[in-house]
């Protein structure tokens, strides 16, 4: 099955930034009922960017967000501090974004991922920076599931995000991210991939199609996760269309359920 990380509840997004400030629990909670009910699978909670409050913004959003589903969380935030706080008030067992290679982050992460019951998102970055090709994407990500099988983790529980890189930077970035994917899936085998979708088109017009498009190229060699909008719907449209042409929707099930309810239109 395909994990839908729904991005939405993100401080680094202005609206979402003033209902926290405001503590305005209804605009939050209908975000969160919409992307539950457009196929999220986990809902990302990150309370980052507002420098200085990002504890008591989490613990505000936590609430907030665990009242309106019963979906399991995804909590989002490079300081270990705020995820180790963040952990013991959730209600399900939760992923965990995330764990890289840099040093001032990995050893604390791994001092807390220990003996935790969480998934993992794990980041190929490390302290030389963003990885500058396929070989460099795999070798990290290698490591990473090395170090985290060490402490008990399951393959089953790692998420390796490859980190995808804008394709208005360099043309060849999307064929990096797809022979990335490629790779660990074949060489990692029991391992996931996710990454931020909307990566790909930043800084091109018209990104939506990007996205979309992306992501059927990306399924069709394996990816099985992303951190993305749910409410858009022709995204979810090419989500569950590339499902069923992968062999993966039995009878085509869901994607007739979706043409019968408008979901999935020509």
């Known amino acids: 099955m395909f994990t839908v990380i729904g991005e939405r509840i993100n401080t680094t997004l202005k609206k979402v930034k003033a209902a926290v400030a405001d503590r305005d629990a209804s605009y939050i909670t209908e975000d969160v009922k919409q992307q539950e009910e457009a196929g999220a699978t986990y809902i990302d909670v990150n309370a980052g960017a507002r420098i200085g409050h990002e504890t008591e913004d989490m613990c505000w959003l936590l609430e907030v967000v665990q009242a309106a589903t019963n979906l399991p969380l995804c909590l989002d935030s490079p300081d270990p501090a705020v995820l180790e706080m963040a952990c013991g008030r959730v209600e399900q067992r939760p992923m965990i974004n995330s764990i890289s290679l840099e040093k001032d982050r990995f050893e604390p992460m791994m001092a807390f991922l220990k003996g935790h019951s969480c998934r993992i998102v794990a980041l190929c970055m490390d302290d030389s920076g963003m990885p500058k090709d396929v070989d460099e994407v795999v070798s990290r990500a290698k490591t990473l599931v090395a170090e985290l099988e060490g402490i008990g983790y399951l393959r089953d529980d790692i998420f390796i995000d490859p980190l995808i890189q804008p394709l208005s930077v360099a043309t060849g970035n999307g064929v990096m991210a797809m022979q990335s994917v490629e790779r660990i899936m074949s060489e990692l085998p029991g391992v996931h991939t996710t990454g931020g979708l909307s990566n790909i088109s930043f800084g091109l017009p018209q990104r939506r199609m990007v ?43 869901n994607y007739l359920k979706g043409t019968r309810s408008g979901k999935i239109v020509a």
């Open 211 to 253: 996205n979309r498009t992306f992501l059927a190229a990306m399924m069709a060699i394996g990816f099985d996760s992303a951190i993305m909008d749910p409410l858009d719907r022709e995204l979810m449209a090419v989500l569950t269309t590339a499902t069923a042409l992968k062999g993966g929707d039995r009878f085509c099930m």
